[in-house]
């Protein structure tokens, strides 16, 4: 089955800095990567995702990349601000959804 | 669109009994459901994956026997813990799939258990 590695487990920014996750992937048949963002005790909200037809994809101040040969994704955020503290799920799945796996989480934490 | 709850959004009950939690699609049908379970400061765990009309499928050291899961209808799956011990305390989260959406899974708010 799938297995998703996520780095780093912790990351603290000034706000205005960026902010990069990564995740990799075992399973060359993923073709769907959603990210996550948690915030403590409530449901894991989809920020971004991209299809394995593309190579990059963009919403305003957050972006994901995808290298499918090298079988790894990235986040990226830019000009963080506080709100953007939380945690941050990458995922990894098929179409239909039939097997999606987690990352085990980046605790992002954003100074004022 | 695509709107999942869950009842109850916590509970409490005591070691030895059972207790069931339900996953709605509220303006969908989800033909597929998920259950996952969070320990704190940890990553969502899939624990079966939920299939109207047909047993569910378990993950790995998930007791099937222990957690029952139901999926009767197109717009609703239950999970019951069956004789729920501390260590059965989690945040219970499921989520549905929308085939219209067929990349896409949609969380409900979770369920906090307390085993006491």
């Known amino acids: 089955g799938e297995n998703v590695e996520q780095h780093p487990s912790t990351l603290s920014v000034q706000e205005g800095d960026s902010a990069v996750i990564k995740c990799t992937y075992s399973?060359?048949?993923?073709?769907?990567f959603p990210w996550y963002k948690q915030e403590l005790g409530k449901r894991p909200q989809l920020i971004i995702d991209i299809r394995s037809n593309v190579g990059e994809k963009k919403d305003q101040r957050i972006a994901v990349t995808l290298n499918k040969t090298a079988k790894h994704f990235s986040l990226h955020i830019t000009e963080t601000q506080p709100e953007d503290s939380a945690v941050y799920f990458c995922?990894?799945?098929?179409?239909?959804?039939?097997?999606?796996?987690f990352g085990a989480g980046t605790r992002l934490t954003v100074k004022p | 669109g695509a709107v999942v709850s869950q009842h109850p959004s916590w509970v409490i009950c005591k070691s030895g009994t059972s207790v069931k939690i339900e996953c709605r699609s509220l303006?969908?049908?989800?033909?597929?459901m998920f259950w996952y379970r969070q320990f704190p400061k940890q990553s969502l765990m899939l624990m079966a994956t939920s299939n109207e009309g047909s047993k569910a499928t378990y993950e790995q050291g998930v007791e099937k026997d222990k957690f029952l899961i139901n999926h009767a209808s197109l717009t609703l799956s239950t999970l019951t813990v069956t004789s729920a011990h501390p260590e059965d305390s989690s945040f219970y989260i499921c989520?549905?799939?929308?085939?219209?959406?067929?990349?896409?899974?949609?969380f409900g708010p979770g369920t906090r258990l307390t085993v006491t």
């Open positions: 989520s549905a799939h929308d085939l219209r959406r067929p990349y896409e899974q949609y």
């Open positions: 995922a990894a799945t098929r179409y239909n959804n039939n097997d999606m796996r």
């Open positions: 399973d060359s048949a993923s073709n769907y």
């Open positions: 303006d969908f049908q989800a033909t597929t």
